[in-house]
């Protein structure tokens, strides 16, 4: 599904930017929910790469994906702490898997199969490194309902994804422009 | 808007892996409460699932209540027959260990009730 | 939308530092504010920073910080851990469920400010992922500044029309030429200071470990 694209490579570097930056916007209002466990991630910043998943191509995917998590080390100040090694391993688990599942299934699966198998994919892997990381035998404890909680808010998120491609002028104009 | 079949796999696929970690996780384990540990008219509550030594002081001294694995014990205390520090681990709600010369009082009460009243010491 | 600082003190630090060497303060800030574990400097601190904001020309929303940082504290009270401080209705407040919520709090609030005053919109970082970084967090902060708009009522809708006109706004201000900032001695000596004394109260913590309140 490669696409010939007929914008300036300016113009597609400043809507990466411009991605990455929805991408943070997203996780500043997530850090703002108050979380019980702090593990426990609603992954509402991933929505502009499940967004994105067929407007470019793999490798500007990936760049947005670590604009997002330089940017999200950033803003967090936590460029030096576990919690960036947890966002970027989360966050490039769930966009191999998007990215992955969206080429195999195609228009066979929707942005909410794709959001929860990102989700999965992240929050398992994001898991195992937290049993050998931070938790011990203890990571497997909050596995279940990590899991299951990522499942539904992926597919909430995905059926958010959905309606927001549907409708969204913005990102008709862009489909037109590249 | 209407899910594609597929997405019903995903879906599925994702809830297979939480029953798949319930299994692993849970089977035998118990679930964690707190510890109420109540001494000098304060108390100190501390989640059973995150290991910790603390020490607590009462009228002869100081002691110790470990955390560790899931269970609370005392380590230490300054009473002359440290039947305390004797007594088994604790990690249900509702156990608990005490040491009386020194007014130390450790209980284990489960994660959702809240509105136990303090048990006057 | 930067608004032209309105105060002498303002356009001091507008005109007297460059983006990159506000930047830099601003990274070296980072550090020292996060490894501040004593509450009471850390609140200093965000002091410090948001006023540094208001110095910059910025509007300040206070309720916004105070809102943000009680509501972080709240739900960390939620679980209790530590020793109880006192019970309302139930729930047992705790010093540490208290400190943890007002460390996190304060790191999300202290941090805000932090990167609200040191990073700026012309801002080059080497390399062209610093470029693309520098740009991306220049759409962050626009975003941040339209997020008013966002209605629950038509989430899509106007999240939509957010993003269409910060993506404008933002290409539109791309192309306008921009005065270069040089920094100025005076500029440099300020955010020197700045940084020395944020160290200062992270070592002082290392040679006196909880002083105020940590």
């Known amino acids: 599904m490669t696409r010939k694209s007929t914008s300036s490579p300016t113009k597609r570097a400043d809507l990466v930017a411009f991605l990455g930056a929805i991408c943070l916007f997203l996780s500043a209002i997530e850090y703002m929910i108050p979380k019980p466990i702090p593990f426990l991630r609603v992954g509402i910043a991933n929505l502009p790469i499940l967004i994105s998943l067929d407007l470019l191509p793999i490798p500007l995917l990936l760049l947005v994906v670590v604009l997002k998590v330089i940017g999200q080390g950033l803003i967090g100040g936590t460029l030096f702490s576990y919690v960036f090694l947890f966002s970027a391993v989360g966050s490039f688990a769930s966009a191999f898997a998007m990215i992955l599942f969206r080429r195999i299934f195609g228009r066979h699966m929707s942005l909410v199969g794709v959001g929860v198998l990102g989700a999965l994919f992240s929050n398992m892997t994001q898991i195992v490194l937290a049993r050998f990381l931070i938790f011990g035998e203890g990571a497997w404890l909050i596995a279940p309902p990590f899991l299951a909680l990522g499942t539904v808010t992926a597919t909430a998120l995905g059926i958010f994804a959905e309606r927001f491609v549907a409708r969204s002028r913005w990102l008709a104009t862009l489909r037109a422009a590249l | 808007m209407r899910l594609k079949a597929f997405d019903y796999l995903a879906i599925s696929l994702s809830l297979l892996a939480v029953g798949g970690f319930s299994i692993y996780a849970y089977a035998g384990r118990n679930k964690t409460g707190d510890v109420v540990i109540e001494a000098s008219g304060e108390q100190w509550i501390y989640p059973l699932n995150v290991d910790r030594t603390e020490s607590v002081r009462g009228p002869i001294g100081a002691t110790i209540v470990v955390i560790k694995d899931g269970k609370a014990f005392v380590q230490d205390s300054p009473c002359p027959d440290k039947l305390c520090v004797h007594m088994p681990a604790i990690s249900q709600p509702g156990q608990w260990i005490a040491c009386l010369p020194n007014r130390v009082f450790v209980r284990v009460r489960g994660t959702s009730d809240q509105k136990i009243d303090e048990l006057s010491y | ?135 991306s967090l220049f759409y962050f902060e626009k975003i941040m500044g339209e997020r008013r708009r966002i209605d629950r009522r038509d989430i899509i809708g106007s999240i939509d029309t957010l993003l269409i006109e910060v993506q404008a706004a933002g290409a539109l201000e791309a192309g306008a030429g921009r005065l270069r900032v040089r920094s100025s001695v005076a500029g440099l000596a300020v955010l020197l200071l700045i940084v020395a004394v944020n160290w200062g109260a992270y070592v002082f913590t290392l040679i006196h470990p909880k002083p105020f309140w940590g």
């Open chain 3, 1 to 135: 939308m930067r608004k032209e600082a309105t105060t002498p003190l303002g356009a001091f630090l507008q005109n007297n530092a460059s983006p990159r060497v506000l930047f830099l303060a601003g990274a070296l800030l980072f550090p020292a504010f996060l490894m501040q574990q004593d509450i009471l400097l850390r609140a200093l601190e965000i002091l410090l920073f948001i006023c540094l904001n208001a110095l910059s020309g910025r509007r300040i929303r206070v309720l916004n910080y105070v809102v943000v940082t009680a509501g972080i504290v709240v739900f960390n009270l939620v679980i209790p851990t530590g020793r109880v401080l006192v019970t309302v209705l139930g729930l047992s407040i705790t010093e540490g469920a208290l400190k943890s919520g007002l460390l996190k709090g304060t790191a999300m609030s202290g941090l805000i400010a932090l990167s609200q005053f040191s990073i700026r919109a012309d801002l080059h970082l080497p390399g062209r992922i610093g470029g693309l970084i520098g740009r």
